[in-house]
C-alpha cells in the first residue's frame, strides 16, 4: 500500500478496525469484519473501485462473498495465492499444474479447509464466479525483517541456542521472495493489463542443506538435524518439505516482470536477522 500512497493514488484499507489505522491518515479507512458479508456490504455500500487487493482471503465464502458484493463495482481483483495451490513432487511448477477454472467449489469455511486447499477453493471461486478481471499471484515463502511469521527467525534462533530442527530431506530445493519484491510484484499485477493465475519468486532455488550452512556460517554454530519424526512441534522446520518444491516465473518474465536473484539478498538478510536475533 505504500507503493500505492508514493504513486499518488486514493488508497481505501477495510480492516477490523483493531489497530486503527496503520498510515496513520493517509489513507482511507474502512472497518468492517469480512466474516460478516452483511457487515462488509454495508462498508463498500454505494462505493466502486478501480483496483482491490485481498491479501487475507483463505476460504471459498470469503471469495464468494467478494464476488457477491464487489461484481459490477470493481475494474480488478488481485488475489495474494500461494505455492500451495501445488502439489509438492520435486518438479518445477507452472501455472498450468494448477486450473482454478475447472477446479470443483465446495464453499465452507476455514475450518474446513487446509491452508493449501482453502487457497485453491478461493482461486476457484474467483475465477469462476467473478465478473471483474482477477489476477491471483501465487507467491512462495516471504522472507524480510518484517515477516511476522518468523519462520526464518526460528532457523537462526534454534541454530544459535543449538537446539535441535527436525529436517528430513537437505537436498529439497525450496524458493524464496524477498517481502519488498512482493510488494514491488503486486504493484505490478494491479497496474499491467493481465488476468489470471501468475508464479512470482527470486530467481533461483536453494537446497535445505546449502539454507542451514548460510545460517551456520552466520552464526558461526553448528545445526543440530535431526529426522522430524517424534519431534514438538516447535521444533521441526517450518521448511520441512519432503521434496524439492518452487515454481517457475517464465509466465510473468515473458510479460515484463524482471525477478531478483535469490543468492544476491538471502544471505546478508540471514546476517541481518542474526544481528537482531543476538541483541
Not at 464468494?64 to 461484481?71: E, L, T, V
Not at 475494474?75 to 495451490?85: E, M
Amino acid at each position: 500500500m505504500e507503493r500505492l500512497l508514493e504513486q499518488g493514488h486514493h488508497v481505501t484499507i477495510l480492516t477490523r478496525g483493531q489497530s486503527g489505522n496503520p498510515f496513520k491518515g493517509k489513507a482511507e479507512h474502512l472497518t468492517a469484519d469480512r466474516k460478516n458479508p452483511d457487515e462488509l456490504a454495508q462498508a463498500v455500500k454505494g462505493r466502486t473501485f478501480e483496483l482491490v487487493y485481498d491479501n487475507i482471503c483463505y476460504t471459498p465464502n470469503d471469495a464468494y462473498d467478494i464476488c457477491k458484493i464487489f461484481n459490477g463495482n470493481i475494474g480488478k481483483l488481485v488475489f495474494t495465492s500461494s505455492l500451495a495451490v501445488y502439489n509438492a513432487d520435486g518438479k518445477a511448477k507452472i501455472e498450468e499444474d494448477f486450473d482454478p477454472y475447472t477446479y470443483p467449489i465446495q464453499l465452507d469455511g476455514r475450518d474446513a479447509f487446509t491452508y493449501s486447499e482453502g487457497k485453491r477453493q478461493a482461486e476457484a471461486v474467483f475465477f469462476q464466479q467473478a465478473q471483474f478481471p482477477v489476477a491471483a499471484v501465487r507467491f512462495p515463502i516471504v522472507l524480510g525483517i518484517h515477516d511476522y511469521t518468523r519462520r526464518l527467525h526460528f532457523h537462526i534462533e534454534h541454530i544459535l541456542k543449538e537446539h535441535p530442527i527436525g529436517l528430513d530431506n537437505l537436498q529439497a530445493k525450496i524458493s524464496f521472495i524477498d517481502e519488498k519484491e512482493a510488494a514491488v510484484f503486486l504493484d505490478w499485477a494491479g497496474h499491467q493489463n493481465l488476468s489470471g493465475p501468475y508464479n512470482a519468486e527470486a530467481n533461483g532455488q536453494i537446497t535445505l542443506g546449502d539454507f542451514i550452512s548460510l545460517i551456520e556460517d552466520a552464526t558461526g554454530k553448528k545445526a543440530h538435524i535431526v529426522p522430524s519424526d517424534g519431534l514438538p512441534a516447535d521444533s521441526i522446520s517450518p521448511y520441512n518439505f519432503s521434496s524439492s518444491f518452487y515454481m517457475s516465473t517464465s509466465k510473468a518474465s515473458s510479460r515484463g516482470f524482471s525477478f531478483s536473484t535469490l543468492q544476491n539478498w538471502l544471505e546478508p538478510l540471514i546476517h541481518d536477522l542474526r544481528n537482531s536475533s543476538i541483541h
